[in-house]
């Protein structure tokens, strides 16, 4: 069989972490980005794939949250700030004094605010060095930095800065640099202001005037001038001054993205906690409800989009998984991955041979666990890209994963978003 190269060009958990730069005088407050090296050899069998561990966390995870430095203030207002993403996703920021730490904070590494992205922050971090700051794959270091934070700090840039750097700790991205964004740059006068900081054009224009390469990259498929991780750029920088709002707040599409990416399920309440300079209340806290029934928790997912069926012959996705079923022996469950357009239209299938009740495009593979507590480690399972039935060109897609008892679904990681580019016969 002849093999067709197919691409993956871009998807929501992407190859990118944030570095730091020097915070700018007049309120743009850039991260720049940098390709993460990847150990693994390329599949000489595919052209232009990408392999990727996941860098999104698994909703209803807890995160933990360790300050290095700072003083109570300062560390009081992140604190309050980062818990608003818990409103709207469903993740569990904790803040711990001591011991490992998913995401760790400084004030003091340099001058800028920045973050690593997703998952990146369990996996490497800077630290100081007698030269500056230096990049280490392992977390002795920083993951995340406010240099310009201190108790004069206006409450606004409090709140804006910090729900910006959580927001790439989740896996967001810039706002202003979605393909969809209809920003008519003054080309020159932006080179200009951003020489005044230092930068060449050449990273002007990898970090302010270029897109990414698709929108499904930075969000759900929608450009958002008021999203938190849209930057302001002063009138002067817009062809016909055109302003560009500084958003401090979540827009409503910051809020639906943060929630298709950690859903809330009927386990899962939304929770506001109390104001972090507020005294906790008196009032007794009744316990959360045990299920009776199985429950599955995922720790890891990721997906090989280089991967390839030996016994079919076929090019396509290995998705590959860590979780533990508790109270689940002896009884059937399917894990389930569905496919969907990026705007939420599922995929339809027309083969009948990957797809689900409804018609949709899907994958299933069942499973038995054979105790009352299993631990499933390496679970592995595969979806051609053939049996997707797409035509030719650019797709922005997306899927979840879900892990279903009968007709009830036990437990989802949420919504994916990826691209891909199918190559058109000439």
């Known amino acids: 069989m002849k093999r067709s190269p197919i691409s993956l060009l871009s998807f929501l958990i992407t190859l990118v972490f944030v570095f730091p730069i020097l915070a700018q005088t007049s309120d743009v407050y850039s991260c720049v980005t940098d390709l993460v090296i990847e150990d693994r050899a390329a599949n000489p069998k595919i052209t232009r794939a990408v392999y990727q561990p996941s860098k999104k966390w698994i909703p209803g995870q807890e995160i933990r949250v360790k300050f290095l430095d700072g003083n109570e203030f300062v560390k009081s207002k992140v604190r309050q700030y980062a818990e608003t993403w818990e409103e709207y996703a469903n993740i569990d920021f904790v803040f711990v004094q001591s011991g490992p730490a998913e995401i760790r904070i400084s ?106 390469g698709n929108d499904s990259e930075v969000s759900n498929g929608v450009y958002d001038p008021l999203s938190i991780m849209h930057y302001y750029y002063p009138p002067e920088l817009i062809k016909g001054g055109a302003k560009i709002r500084s958003n401090s707040v979540l827009s409503a599409n910051d809020k639906a993205i943060i929630e298709e990416m950690y859903p809330f399920d009927e386990n899962t309440a939304r929770v506001t906690k ?52 508790k109270n689940g022996l002896k009884q059937e469950f399917s894990f389930a991955i569905y496919f969907y357009n990026a705007n939420g239209t599922p995929l339809k299938d027309s083969n009948k041979k990957f797809y689900s009740t409804t018609g949709s495009v899907a994958v299933f593979k069942k499973f038995t666990p054979a105790y009352a507590d299993a631990v499933y480690n390496q679970y592995e399972i595969f979806m051609p890209y053939e049996e997707l039935e797409i035509e030719c060109g650019e797709h922005s897609l997306k899927y979840s994963i879900g892990v279903w008892s009968g007709q009830k679904r036990i437990v989802t990681t949420g919504y994916t978003y990826f691209t891909l580019d199918i190559p058109c016969e000439e």
């Not at 997703?118 to 977390?139: C, I, L, M, W, Y």
């Open 107 to 212: 004030f003091t590494l340099d001058k800028g605010s920045w973050s690593y992205f997703g998952k990146d922050s369990a996996r490497q971090s800077q630290v100081k060095t007698p030269t500056g700051t230096q990049f280490v794959r392992d977390t002795t270091g920083a993951s995340m930095n406010f240099g310009w934070f201190n108790d004069k700090t206006p409450e606004e840039e409090f709140r804006r800065t910090t729900l910006h750097e959580f927001g790439h700790a989740l896996g967001l991205h810039h706002e202003h640099q979605n393909k969809n964004q209809n920003i008519q740059w003054n080309e020159e006068a932006v080179y200009a202001y951003f020489a005044r900081q230092g930068w060449s054009r050449e990273k002007t224009q990898s970090q302010v005037l270029k897109k990414y």
């Open 274 to 325: 109390p104001p972090i300079n507020k005294p906790p209340t008196t009032t007794p806290v009744k316990p959360p409800v045990q299920p009776s029934g199985p429950t599955i928790s995922f720790s890891d997912v990721s997906v090989d989009f280089e991967g390839y069926d030996d016994k079919t012959e076929q090019d396509g996705m290995t998705f590959t998984s860590e979780f533990k079923v």
